[in-house]
Nanobody, 121 residues
Framework: QVRLVESGGGSVQTGESLTLSCVDTEFPDNYSTSCFKWGRQFPGRAREEIANIDGWHRTTYLGSLEGRFTVSRNNDEKIVYLRMNDLKPEDTAMYYC?????????????WGQGTQVTVSS
């Protein structure tokens, strides 16, 4: 059973927005201390890390995406979001979330299966 489940992907046109969600289906008690990251993978290329959020809601972004993408979390519902605005065809990729449980943003032990985002011009 996959612990992290992403959703919210789809096919949109240039300039539109999407919000991706990542649910930890195990609902651990220490969820609020977990760090999360979003990554994406283009066909034939290695996965790239695009956004992180820690237990204090501090965020970091891949420089080229800062300002268009926003990561947030709802600890009560155990969901992490990635809001993507002004989407471009070059954002077309499979998007993944990952969790480093227990604080410290160390090892990202859990990965979801991904959600596809396709942006057409």
């Amino acid at each position: 059973q996959v612990r992290l489940v992403e959703s919210g992907g789809g096919s949109v046109q240039t300039g539109e927005s999407l919000t991706l969600s990542c649910v930890d289906t195990e609902f651990p008690d220490n969820y609020s201390t977990s760090c999360f990251k979003w990554g994406r993978q283009f066909p034939g290329r290695a996965r790239e890390e695009i956004a992180n959020i820690d237990g204090w809601h501090r965020t970091t972004y891949l420089g080229s995406l800062e300002g268009r993408f926003t990561v947030s979390r709802n600890n009560d519902e155990k969901i992490v979001y990635l809001r993507m605005n002004d989407l471009k065809p070059e954002d077309t990729a499979m998007y993944y979330c990952a969790e480093a449980p227990g604080g410290g943003c160390g090892e990202y032990s859990f990965w979801g299966q991904g959600t596809q985002v396709t942006v057409s011009s």
